[in-house]
Nanobody, 120 residues
């Protein structure tokens, strides 16, 4: 029901935009978040946007480099990533949540993940 796309290979300092569409649910009922999981590491919170788009949460590691937006008419949330670093290499997951926060438990359902590789 969530489909993430836009991942790929990008060079250090480059930019990439991920998209995540939702189907079968009322999109604007949900806060939307992005999480990521690097190889050998636990999944971590990246960024979130509230139902209306008026509030955002950021992890310290991406603040100032990543932005999140949503288009409720298109049932889509976007993650714009700039100034990418090798440590941003991860599988990125979008998730929809009824709760507002940074914990995985507040989000369900989840998308399948899209791989972002930042090459130096």
């Amino acid at each position: 029901q969530l489909q993430a796309s836009g991942g790929g290979l990008v060079q250090v300092g480059g930019s990439l935009r991920l998209s995540c569409g939702i189907s079968g649910r009322t999109f604007n009922n949900y806060h939307m978040g992005w999480f990521r999981q690097a190889p050998g590491r636990e999944r971590e919170f990246v960024i979130a946007i509230s139902r209306s788009g008026g509030r955002r949460l950021y992890s310290d590691s991406v603040k100032g480099r990543f932005t999140i937006s949503r288009d409720n008419a298109k049932n889509t949330v976007y993650l714009q990533m700039t100034s990418l670093k090798p440590e941003d290499t991860s599988v990125y997951y979008c998730a929809a949540g009824m709760g507002w926060g940074t914990h995985e438990s507040e989000y369900d359902p989840w998308g399948q993940g899209t791989l972002v590789t930042v090459s130096s």
